[in-house]
């Protein structure tokens, strides 16, 4: 089954500062991403990753993590008007598109919120899966700090287009269990938030594990970790290079 269970996914991806409570990062609704931003990602095999502790001023360090064996790939934003599946979202305020893999995720911007609408598989123009969220997904609830958790419940229909389609219902929870620093291959970020999201759909009954760190100010996560107990999918690991907006990395 194609389908994109990871929530950031659909989605992604030092030195130890002091921090006081009143300057822990805080995401709020101006995380919202904007035509053209793109986004290089590194993705490895993470059978032996460990995420590291939670907590408070954190300093998780991954600046050794094996690039020699990184597969690349490319997330964008796209105008409405050029993403493929776009007239079946007329409420949607973005696309994110998985490059690589045909993938399409369509986003609504709220005030308190941002929901996933649906998913889009596609060759070309031709749509080969598509997933419907019939009750939206908070993807991140605004604003959201250092220690504040929800839980979430969304309700899809996914299939082949004119052919097999069955519904389903997934139930979330999220919790921003630290913040500190993150060190990666690609650079030192401060004042990052880590979120850890598990989440359960009736279909299948696996159950998605993501560690998730993320800056305040980037729709992207600057690494998030997945495992899951399907047996199949090995834990996998995304790390963000440095974002591109208009062929100028920033």
Known sequence: MLFFRNFFLLLFLVLSSSFTVFSQPVIDAGFIPTDGDKWEVEFLGATN???????????WDFADLDQDNAEAITFEILPLNSAVGSNLFPDADFCWHLKEFGIYNYYQANMDSMTLMGVVSATNQDINFLTTFNKPEDVIRFPINYQDSYSYTSQFTSGI???????????????????????????????????????KDNLSNITDTQYAWIEADNFTPLMVYNTSTDGEEPPSLYYSRPLIINDTKT
Do not use: C, K, W
Not at 49 to 59: D, K, L, V
Not at 174 to 197: C, K, S
């Open 161 to 199: 287009p004119g052919s097999i389609t069955f519904d389903g219902e997934r139930e979330g929870t999220v919790e921003v269990d630290g913040f500190g620093t993150l060190i990666t291959p690609f650079g030192t970020y401060e004042n990052v938030l880590r979120m850890l999201i598990v989440e």
């Open 49 to 59: 990753f460990s995420p590291g502790p939670e907590g408070a001023n954190q300093t």
